[in-house]
């Protein structure tokens, strides 16, 4: 035993050493970059330099890690140190949403995006109390494992699988998708192009070296991003306010940024802006309710106006093309004509709406709004913890530790390092809001910073004079939430190199989470569905070959799901907590802290919880169902879990209690070592 | 398999250190979400007080649980002879 313990130590030293020489490697090679940008060297160069260098780094490890053996494969050997694995879950959990989506979110919705960052991070105080010290001394290799041990038949594990596949899925087409955003805006390649190759840097790891060639990896993803994400913060905070801690500093600037919102939002020329926005978005809904003759009339319109121009003697060319334009973008029929106006009409009533103040809690138009509004805030941060404590891709890491100990201490670490970018997320948010409102807000629209027209021109930022003052009022700006994050370097004036680290690190955040979701999927497809319920002697290398034959098909699959840039994907990434919350959450919790909880019990359970929670986020979202007590699809399981739970309660009750086996499971579960565990697993089934 | 007495202590501190420490959350998250307009009359750092919780404060409180659970835990293993190795 002392000799394992002292490997463990050396192991531990060396990995240390080879992550501290990286980091350094890595902050030498931006800074040699910097150097480089300075001497001339140009912006696409410093893209592809990023991109070659950080993919050949996440191949390189990939490749390294390459392994044959089944337990190295699926569980890293279970020999990740407490902190190491606590990095790979933070750059696991750190998502392209977090990274990139979650300022912006912040920005736009002030205090009442805050739901994010408390869901996300107080989530890990029910995995540390519930789940995770019980889940690896269970020890074997995924959630459904654990379900089916401990409820026993293939029901439950079947019902498990299901709602993995669900939950992880509609997430890893998010990420893939975020992946294919960055790298084609990067090197300038087309979206499809970008996809290949992201799926490409994802399987090359997860191929050859399942779980633990995604540790690895993630370790050196997660040094990657969080620089990535705290310098730009920094230098801004440093710029803004003399003093590089934003965390700190913040609360200064958000007085600052209260104060210049009082004259933003009573200045007479926005409150007009707002009034012909709202004129505009009342004549757009006109049109649509004029359909189909209103488009007829502006077809026949524009023909004339194309016709007359042309007819003209003085007429060129340029005018020409700008009334075809015109006429070609017209829509081509009323289905198109009802989709198109009705986003118009929506941006434009957006744009007419009361902006409120950052920090003001719940705004609304009356009190009842405001209440729904704070309940809403409740069950999104409710269903968010949960969902964090019930994420298969997430819970699966806990079984790499060596030990429950550290098992324990490795659950600190992750929330500890998710907490750095979290906690800096909304400092970030409130210094960028400062810099928009005080040097964009109120001046000349004619010389406004570059960075304005170079995010205007992929739509990211859009400027519409409507007032035709020149002067640019806070109706008149829309900004998408990505932009936020990815122009923060240039708001900041910081040189284009700090551009490509924050790039780096949004795809070192992107790739991470695909190859932990993807491998979520092929484990519970080749290890529950094939190997525990299909073919139980299948030997080895058959797993692994079918493991890795999934895990390309899955890839492909999401690949392509990704390609169509569904619209709702991002609406789509907060159902999977909801989904995980009601399917997983009881039946694993019950399972550990209530031994009379039963086979039944947890059909029933996960059933009636998986079912409420996809009947209610359908029907609101796609059916129009009114909302019960105003609690939005997004947070469907505020009444999935409650009712899952109840559910297994009471079944459990009115069936006869589970036998022996799943008893001494419990047991086995509860406590890290006694003294029958050494004589085999005999009670793990 | 039967228990000990004494494993069964254990595992009734267990119970009670993961009580005490749920409650502590959720005092950290749903009242400090219910009643943020009280708490935003104080200020903390330049921020209104709620509006602090909400983006810093209850997230170091959460880091400290996790932090204090795991020292606790791996302590009171230790101390009833459940602990590994």
Redo the contacts between chains.
Sequence with gaps: MASRKNKHKIFFLSLSRYYGFYTGGFIGFVILLAIAEQMGMSNAWIGYIFMAATFGLYAGIGVMSRTADISEYYVAGRRVPAVFNGMATGADWLSAASFIGMAGTLYLSGYDGLAFIMGWTGGFVLVALFIAPYLRKFGQFTIPDFLGARYGGDLVRTIGVFAAILASFTYVVAQIYGVGLISSRFLAIDFTTGILVGIVGILVCSMLGGMKAITWTQVAQYVILIIAYLVPVVMLSQRITDVPVPQLMSGQVLQKVTEREQDIFNDPQQLKARELFKHKADETDARIKGLPDSLSVERRDAEHNLVRIKEAAASDASAIRDAEQVLQNLPRNEVEARETWGREAEQLRASAKAPHPHAEPFPGENEKERDTARLNFMALAACLMIGTAALPHILMRYYTTPSVKEARQSVFWSLFFIFLLYFSAPALAILVKYEIYTKLIGSSIADLPAWVAAWGNIGLVKINDINHDGILQLAELTLNPDVILLATPEIAGLPYVVSGLVAAGGLAAALSTADALLLTIANALSHDVYYKMIDPYASTPRRMIMSKILLLLVALIAAYFASLKPDHILSMVAWAFSIAASAFFPALVLGIFWKRANKWGAVAGMAVGIGLCLFYLVSVKFYGMTPWFGIKDTAAGAFGVPAGMLTLIAVSLLTPPPDTEARNLVEYCRYPHLKNDADGNSARA | ?P?SKI?QE??EK??RM?AA??LV?FL???PV??F??DL?TFS?????L???M???G??II??A???F??RH??KL?KKYG????
């Design positions: 398999m228990l494993h254990y595992w267990n119970l993961t420490l749920l959350w950290a998250t749903f979400i219910w943020v307009r935003n903390f750092l330049g921020f209104p709620g509006f602090y909400a983006a810093q209850s997230l959460y880091v649980l996790v932090w659970y795991a835990m791996n293993d459940v602990a590994e190795e």
